[in-house]
């Protein structure tokens, strides 16, 4: 059983300790810290986790065998250097950072010390990424030419002035589409270079909530994202490849067509992806297996959030 630690106990580590805590038999979140310490006392003495006065303490605790990085992404470079250097098993929650220099860092850290290093992505642990995988590495979909990523939302209404969201700077413009873009880096290989186009059209705070981006990846396949905050929610990946193609459609339904006419449509369940991810965390760090985000998808993607700020700022296409 690894003891773990978490930082930063926003809606998103309360997630996931609600979903893992007491679940899992192969982890224990034992120590929590957050910048507001009063309002996750109730919520961690419900689930048995001692509250920490700073995160220093937790990565000082040679009992605590790992950690979790779940505070704003903005933080997530300096708070991941500062675990792994304490010789932490470090978990962060996407994204590992906000540009290739940071996530370059974090990475070589992590290998110099023999530690593990996961990006928390739950997406990947869906049954239908599953079957991505499974039409990809066989080839049904021959070599891949394009993909279509879609994460639209209406989240940007409940933006307000102040919070860490709520702005270009540490939310870089289409990187609401991120669930998408790791999975196309991991299955089609890195992006070379993008260009993003975005505007505010409906959200109360100064930030783009419509954006398209174009992406070429290094093997020459073309692909599109399309990041919108302020409308119902609809996700959707597509990729089309010389022999058939295939999507995901609101994370449950997967899709096939071969270019010979033959179909296939799954639905298929969604449940504990978190805990599957912790899980997965606990084998990694045990060599059991490798997580199953790699890490250079980690590094890739956060050089294109640098990218996308760029590219937005400058109006033209951006090489990472």
Not at 212 to 219: A, G, P, R, T, Y
Request: hydrophobic residues 40%.
């Amino acid at each position: 059983m690894k003891r773990i630690g978490i930082i930063g106990l926003g809606q998103w580590g309360k997630n996931i300790v609600s979903q893992v805590q007491g679940k899992s038999n192969k982890i224990q979140i034992m120590a929590a810290w957050s910048r507001s310490s009063e309002k996750i006392s109730e919520f961690c003495a419900n689930h048995q986790i001692e509250v920490r006065n700073d995160f220093d303490n937790i990565l000082d605790d040679n009992s605590i065998d790992a950690v979790i990085i779940a505070g704003p992404g903005h933080l997530h470079a300096e708070t991941a250097k500062a675990a792994l250097s304490a010789n932490k098993h470090t978990m962060v929650i996407k994204p590992i950072a906000l540009n290739k220099k940071d996530a370059d860092q974090i990475k070589n850290l992590a290998l110099s010390k023999g530690l593990t290093l996961a990006l928390g992505f739950d997406r990947c642990f869906l049954p239908s990424v599953d079957e991505l995988r499974k039409h990809v590495r066989a080839g049904d979909l021959g070599k891949i030419i394009h993909a279509e990523g879609n994460f639209c939302v209406p989240r940007f209404f409940n933006l307000i002035e102040g919070d860490w969201k709520a702005g270009n700077r540490f939310n870089p413009p289409g990187s609401l589409a991120d669930h998408m873009l790791y999975l196309m880096i991991e299955l089609i290989g890195p992006v070379k270079a993008l260009s993003v186009q975005g505007r505010r059209n409906a959200a109360s705070v100064e930030i783009a909530d419509t954006v398209s981006i174009s992406l070429k990846f290094e093997d020459e396949a073309l692909g599109t994202l399309t990041a919108i905050g302020v409308t119902p929610s609809f996700e959707r990946l597509h990729f089309f490849g010389t022999k058939g193609w295939a999507e995901i459609r609101d994370r449950s339904h997967f899709e096939f067509k071969s270019i010979d006419g033959k179909s296939s449509s799954l639905q298929l369940e969604v449940d504990q992806l978190l805990l599957r991810q912790l899980d997965a965390f606990a084998d990694a760090i045990e060599e059991k297996r490798p997580f199953p985000v790699p890490l250079d998808v980690a590094v890739n993607s956060a050089a294109c959030f640098d990218a996308m700020q760029r590219s937005y700022a400058n109006a033209q296409w951006e090489n990472l």
